[in-house]
Each structure stands twice: as C-alpha cells, then as structure tokens.
C-alpha cells in the first residue's frame, strides 16, 4: 500500500512569488492535514482537510491556503512568499474524521522549499 | 492550549545502552499521545501511540507508557542500536479531528 506521496520533494522560490504543494493521502484515507516544520519554531499545524471541507487551521496567516479534492488530494498554497517560509511542509492522512482523537495520523516524506 | 515539553538534546549514547526520553504534556481532556521518529532527509514515522491511561505503546524495541497523574508519556528502550539514531518528536492529539501538537523533539545519537 503506497504511503503519503508528496511533490515536489525539493524546491526554490524567489521573495514574493507563490507555491504550490501537492500531496496525495494514503489510499482510503480522507482526512488530510499539513505541517510546517522548521529549526526554530518546529512541528506546527497549518490545516485539516475532510470531504473537501477546512475542519481546522492553525495559527498562520491568510498567505497559506489549501484545498482538497473530491478524490482526497489536497494542495496548499503560500502567497506572497517570504524567507521565513523556508521550511520542510509535511502532509499527513487519516483514515476517518474521528469523534474522538484517537486516529493514527500517517506523514509523507515532505517538501523542502527554500525562498532566496 | 496543549502543550508538550521533551528533554532538549541532543542525547548520545554507547550501542547498547539503555535509553529515556522524557516527555510531558499539558492538554485538557483525555488526549491520545504519539511518539515519531524522524530520520535524516525524511518524514515522520509513527514509532507508537497510546489512546488512555496506564496504556502502554510499544514498536521496534521502543515503549512508552501513558501516565495521566504524572502528565508523561517517557520514551524507552533497553538496548539502542547505531539505526536508531534520529529525531524523536512526542505529540498528542487532544480533540476531534486530527491536528498534532508536538514537542521539540530529542536528537540521538548512538555510537558503535
């Protein structure tokens, strides 16, 4: 069974421009969730994705969208880049939107992005 | 809002030893509490989770044992090898839905 498949794996962007990061869960898993890591603020939540639908976001500013698919796929987005957002941006998927919060969560391999 | 704390590293240990991380949390509720492991250039991997109290994860030689009158959730294995050198990073989940917060995260380092 594949895992969480992200792309790209590694990317560079100039200040100002914006990005684009795909990620595809596990197959039958409709819950997906993205994670911004980096040296000194660490793991942080960005958003979760369920049916299509934002279920909760993290601290972030409007910059940072996502959107997910009919097919569970989802795509975040960072406008107007800045050299803070340089960082490894995890996905991660679930199987159910649990009640409870007792769902195992499931990353990928992640995309770096770097902005110059 | 939730919160948890680990040991700052990084922690180096002799092939063999014995190893400790210590988390804690601080969450309302009954949160479900995780550790993952990261290795260089990768993801996180689930390395074991515990869903209530006085439960007990265990994965790969690994253990952990949630204690809810003592908010801790400490990383254990008796006898380290040099492949288990990487990044653990303690996480609860403390509502519906699926959102992690997570530690710092504990570098280790085991020499041969």
């Known amino acids: 069974k594949a895992g969480v498949t992200q792309t790209p794996r590694y990317l560079i962007k100039t200040r100002g421009q914006q990005v684009t990061l795909s990620c595809s869960p596990i197959?039958?898993?409709?819950?997906v969730s993205w994670y911004q890591q980096t040296p000194g603020q660490g793991l942080q939540f960005l958003f979760e994705?369920?049916?299509?639908?934002?279920?909760n976001k993290g601290n972030f500013p409007g910059r940072f969208s996502g959107r997910q698919f009919s097919n569970s796929r989802s795509e975040m987005n960072v406008s107007t880049l800045e050299l803070g957002d340089s960082a490894l941006y995890l996905c991660?998927?679930?199987?159910?939107?649990?009640?409870?919060?007792?769902?195992?969560?499931?990353f990928g391999e992640g995309s770096w992005l770097t902005v110059v | 809002g939730d919160s948890v704390t680990q040991m700052e590293g990084p922690v180096t240990l002799s092939e063999e030893a014995f190893l400790t991380i210590n988390c804690t949390y601080t969450?309302?509720?009954?949160?479900?509490l995780f550790w993952y492991v990261q290795y260089p250039g990768e993801g996180l991997q689930l390395l074991l989770k515990?869903?209530?109290?006085?439960d007990k994860g265990s994965n790969k030689g690994f253990e952990a044992t949630y204690r809810k009158e003592t908010t801790s959730f400490h990383l254990e294995k008796g006898s380290v090898q040099v492949s288990d050198s990487a990044v653990y990073f303690c996480?609860?989940?403390?509502?519906?839905?699926?959102?992690?917060?997570f530690g710092g995260g504990t570098r280790l380092m085991v020499k041969p």
């Open positions: 991660a998927s679930s199987p159910i939107l649990s009640r409870d919060n007792r769902n195992t969560i499931y």
């Open positions: 197959s039958g898993h409709r819950s």
């Open positions: 994705y369920f049916s299509e639908t934002q279920r």
């Open positions: 969450a309302t509720g009954y949160p479900s």
């Open positions: 515990a869903t209530k109290a006085d």
């Open positions: 996480a609860l989940s403390g509502r519906a839905g699926n959102m992690l917060t």
